[in-house]
């Protein structure tokens, strides 16, 4: 089974709708990522948690919000989807801090309409 | 905040030939330097890095190099072959930040 798992892995939703994309994690870690992906730009960190009570922005937080529910399980939530929000989104975790191997999940990939 | 710039945004190589990817920092506190391997519909795949006390390292056919002084770092992939196309990023880290590359197509030619 995979390290890292996201769901769903296709969504298309419309605008202003309310969406959470999940992550859960076996290996263990208790450093967890939310990136965007889009064509040109790379990945694009959104939020991260170095623990369960631990909760920080990254370059682009606005327009979402994040929960972390236990140490294995980090939820990423659009609370008014808008088309420009169309991207791939990452999970990915790490085991000391983000200077260190981060493993990726397959991505969910979002179109808002 | 950092700005990490990646060249060439596509590279296609004949199998066999050597590959290179360029990326620049902007960040002189930037301390942490990883590649990552991109295939078709997965995420991406951590393959070598490098942290700023190194100027050189290398994993079988794969090595990177970093200038610190020009604020540059170079992955170099030898003897390619076809399973190494694929997208790849750079990025530079320092403290809770993490910046990556736009990314680079590479595409092995049999």
């Known amino acids: 089974d995979a390290d890292v798992t996201q769901t769903p892995r296709n969504r298309i939703t419309k605008t202003g709708k309310r969406i959470m994309l999940e992550c859960s994690q076996t290996?263990?870690?208790?450093?967890m990522y939310w990136y965007r992906q889009d064509p040109g730009l790379g990945l694009r960190l959104i939020y991260y948690s170095f623990d369960v009570k631990d909760i920080n922005k990254g370059e682009i937080s606005d327009g979402y919000s994040v929960s972390r529910q236990a140490q294995a399980k980090f939820s990423l939530s659009l609370e008014s989807a808008i088309p420009n929000q169309t991207a791939l989104y990452f999970c990915?975790?790490?085991?000391?801090?983000?200077?260190?191997?981060?493993?990726f999940g397959p991505g969910t990939r979002l179109t808002v309409l | 905040g950092e700005n990490v710039e990646q060249h060439p945004s596509t590279l296609s190589v004949q199998e066999g030939d050597s590959a290179v990817i360029k990326c620049t920092y902007s960040d002189s506190a930037s301390n942490y330097f990883p590649w990552y391997k991109q295939e078709l519909g997965k995420g991406p795949q951590l393959i070598i890095d490098?942290?700023?006390?190194?100027g050189e390292k290398k994993d079988q056919r794969i090595a990177v190099t970093l200038n610190k002084t020009a604020k540059h770092f170079s992955l170099h992939i030898t003897e390619t072959q076809p399973e190494d196309s694929a997208v790849y990023f750079c990025a530079a880290s320092w403290g809770n930040d993490m910046r990556f590359g736009a990314g680079t197509r590479l595409t092995v030619k049999p």
């Open positions: 290996k263990g870690h208790d450093r």
């Open positions: 990915a975790t790490s085991d000391r801090d983000i200077a260190d191997t981060q493993y």
């Open positions: 490098i942290r700023s006390n190194v």
